[in-house]
């Protein structure tokens, strides 16, 4: 029985987030990106953004999701560390929607947060239940 669904995604931005640059020292192209956007003064209307997604199916876990990212990020893990450092934010986000209204915990090694943890990235996990998704 399907207990629950997941989706993961991890973001970098910044204001002044230049993605080329981002992708061409991860050695990675993102599955989504977006270069800052200026107002006309020069200000910054909105971050740059380089993403990218999961590409497992949502019945894999919470901790699969995650562990399929950080391996697209294996080579260049070193320069994942190096290019999060204040202004620069990277944040995992986590969604997942709970099926099954028995279970409703999420577990995830110490392994891998210590990872996550290393390499400066934070953890955001919105938690879903079934009745919530059947809402909208």
């Known amino acids: 029985m399907l207990n ?38 020069g200000t910054i209307e909105e971050s740059g953004i380089w993403q990218i997604n999961s590409l ?6 919470l901790e699969n999701h995650l562990w399929s990212i950080l391996k697209r990020l294996v080579q ?9 450092q204040p202004p620069v934010k990277a ?5 997942t929607e709970f099926v ?9 090694s110490s392994r891998l947060l210590l990872l996550i943890g290393g390499l400066g990235i934070d ?5 879903l239940e079934n009745d919530e998704i059947n809402q909208e």
Do not use: H, M
């Open 4 to 41: 629950a669904k997941s989706w993961v995604t991890l973001i970098i931005q910044t204001g002044s987030l230049e993605t080329e640059k981002v992708s061409k020292a991860l050695k990675l192209d993102p599955d989504y990106f977006q270069n800052p956007e200026l107002q006309e003064d």
């Open 91 to 95: 944040v995992f986000y986590c969604s």
């Open 100 to 108: 099954n209204q028995d279970i409703s915990d999420i577990k995830l």
């Open 76 to 84: 260049s893990r070193n320069e994942v560390k190096n290019l999060i």
């Open 123 to 127: 953890l955001e996990i919105n938690y």
């Open 56 to 61: 497992l199916d949502p019945e894999e876990s």
